[in-house]
């Protein structure tokens, strides 16, 4: 399936400042935003994933905002899908789709291809969960890194549920997890005929100091009543979404086992922490063009160029 009308990607380490340039690019060139971001899905969870207040929501189309609830399962796989929808609803109003968000996992998959392959066993990847409590998850990393250096590279080493995956996939097919995805990427089930990625690009102590300021604001807004809400209204805590960054630590904190002053600490570091994958991530990505957040005047014309067929999309 060929795509041939043009699509914007603008992409980032969180709090870089996606979401204001991503309205300043919307309102210049008439797009409307397609969200890239795993979290921004689930209903009721709005402080701790920064989304983007209701009132610019309905001055500017956003999609993949408030599609699922906590507790229900959500993939890359289901993002491509509810992507793909988007973008071509937004082509047929003649509207620019601008895909804007950090993870990168889904704007691999969309753009890339995803492995999709039925791969699986019970039996294979209990061993494995098993193994993860016996052995912990630094042993499965270093397997990982001898059968299949490509998806080690890519993973953290504690990332234990995509560790299993990837250890799962091997196992039951003899094959590294990353020579299918090559596989697929090859096939190109999906192609895009025009696209520019914009990386933003910020010095790492400003990023860290916004990180910090917004593990603040998070804080100072009403996270910890978030929180209390969702568990009111019966999510438990063990739930993927309520163990993201944030949620987590906040219900750490409201167990007692932190202060608040910990809380803060802690948040603030992790989602530093955070950022620096999703920068490692974005840096393998050869199509992103990185150009200063601080420079929006250069981001636009830059944008305006490639619309006119004046710019290259890489730089």
Request: proline share 5%; glycine share 8%.
């Amino acid at each position: 399936m060929l795509i041939e009308n043009p699509v914007l990607v603008l992409i980032g380490p969180t709090a870089v400042g996606k979401t204001d340039l991503s309205l300043a690019i919307a309102r210049k060139f008439g797009c409307e935003i397609v969200s890239v971001d795993s979290m921004q899905v689930y209903r009721y969870m709005d402080i701790g994933t920064a989304k983007i207040e209701p009132e610019l929501r309905r001055e500017i189309p956003h999609h993949l905002i408030d599609i699922v609830d906590p507790d229900q399962p959500y993939h890359a796989a289901r993002f491509v899908e509810d992507a793909l929808a988007a973008i071509r609803r937004i082509h047929q109003r003649n509207a620019l789709p601008l895909l804007t968000g950090g993870t990168g996992l889904y704007l691999r998959a969309l753009l890339h291809g995803l492995f999709t392959g039925g791969e699986s066993d019970p039996a294979v990847r209990r061993e494995l969960t098993e193994r993860l409590h016996e052995e912990g998850s630094d042993m499965l990393y270093r397997e990982l890194s001898a059968c299949d250096r490509q998806t080690a590279g890519r993973l953290h080493p504690h990332d234990t549920a995509r560790i299993i995956r990837a250890l799962e996939v091997y196992q039951i097919t003899g094959t590294p997890l990353s020579s299918h995805l090559e596989q697929q990427s090859a096939a190109g089930k999906i192609a895009f005929a025009r696209v520019l990625s914009i990386g933003l690009d910020c010095p790492r102590p400003v990023l860290y100091e916004r990180i910090n300021r917004r593990a603040r604001k998070m804080i100072d807004s009403g996270l910890e009543q978030e929180v209390r809400g969702l568990l009111q209204r019966g999510y438990c805590p063990e739930l993927k979404s309520m163990q993201a960054i944030g949620y987590r630590h906040m219900l750490t904190y409201l167990s007692g086992n932190w202060s608040r002053e910990q809380l803060l600490e802690q948040l603030a570091r992790d989602t530093r922490r955070y950022a620096k994958r999703q920068m490692t991530w974005f840096r393998k990505d050869q199509t992103i063009t990185w150009l200063p957040v601080s420079d929006t005047g250069r981001l636009l014309n830059h944008i305006g160029g490639w619309l006119k067929g004046t710019v290259s999309p890489h730089m």
